[in-house]
């Protein structure tokens, strides 16, 4: 039997899933016994307003609380009496490993970290995109090899990390889900500097945002560059940073940054000499030294 400890989108998606490929689930334990009752509702399952009951009908139990409860909830588990050799205690956190678990697993219980790389705003979309997402696991305890089974008969994919790794991996997520929304946020902002709304400029890019997202899953990082600094093209990469400069040095900053970080790719494409490679290289780099400079003296 699975339990959850925490009613939120995570918990509530998982169970979904978990109840529709015919996983037992015990029922919900929450800080509010109303989303707790909703998610039981969801999944067939109960609502607990006792942590030890829920605890005591499941051999799985899911942490699927904030970053921040989790410790909290390992401090309620650890007073209960429980036959906790014959117990998986698993938490869903990107950010921590499954040693925030460890007092767990003292006391014998399997203790894991599992996270799908997934974006939770919607509990629909979520529960559609679930069964193709990857999911990572790392922790320890002598029912490892079975909760994977579990999860490997439902049709998940599994990455084993380890507990070291698990802070390099969540940054790399951030990087992609989290900044790619400041990255398209920002070319819309400077879009709005010209007079288009947030609409029309939301309609402007999407074909372009989304062909270089399917060029990307098709053909690799390196293949799916292209543009100004792909081509070589020192004097419009010289215009741009005018123009953002006259408009928010800011901007320049972000512009140069990125920029500086595209390189990287352009050269792994092979297509430009040295020569024209330094020349963007100083072009970028000067840019973003000097906005450096300006702001230092300004707080002289």
Not at 1 to 14: D, E
Not at 58 to 72: G, L, N, P, R, V
């Amino acid at each position: 039997m699975f339990g959850f400890i925490g009613a939120g989108k995570v918990g509530t998606t998982l169970g979904m899933y978990f109840n529709n490929m015919h996983l037992p689930i015990s029922g919900y334990n929450s800080k509010s016994l109303a989303s707790a009752k909703k998610s039981a509702a969801l999944t067939n399952s109960k609502a607990y307003e006792n942590i030890t009951q829920l605890v005591d009908s499941s051999k799985y139990i899911m942490i699927t609380t904030t970053d921040d409860a989790i410790e909290d909830v390992v401090g309620q588990l650890i007073s209960i009496n429980a036959a906790w050799e014959d117990k998986v205690v698993c938490h869903t956190s990107g950010t921590h490993p499954s040693t925030i678990l460890e007092p767990l697993s003292k006391l014998g219980s399997t203790t894991l970290s599992l996270h799908p790389m997934l974006s939770f705003a919607d509990i629909n979309y979520a529960l559609t995109m679930l069964p193709q997402t990857p999911l990572t696991l790392e922790g320890k305890g002598n029912l490892i090899d079975d909760f994977r089974k579990i999860l490997l008969d439902i049709n998940f994919k599994i990455h084993s990390i380890s507990s070291e790794q698990k802070s390099l991996y969540h940054a790399a997520a951030c990087i992609v889900s989290n900044y790619i929304v400041t990255v398209i946020d920002t070319g819309i902002e400077t879009l709005n500097r010209i007079g288009l709304k947030q609409e029309s400029s939301l309609e402007l890019i999407e074909s372009l945002v989304k062909g270089t997202m399917n060029n990307i899953f098709e053909k690799g990082t390196v293949n799916s560059l292209t543009g100004p600094l792909a081509r070589g093209d020192v004097q419009t990469i010289k215009t741009h940073i005018r123009a953002l400069s006259r408009e928010d040095r800011s901007l320049e900053q972000f512009y140069c940054l990125l920029g500086d970080r595209t390189l990287s790719l352009v050269e792994k494409q092979n297509k430009l000499n040295e020569y024209t490679l330094n020349t963007l290289k100083e072009v970028l780099q000067d840019e973003n030294c000097n906005y450096t400079n300006n702001k230092e003296q300004e707080k002289e």
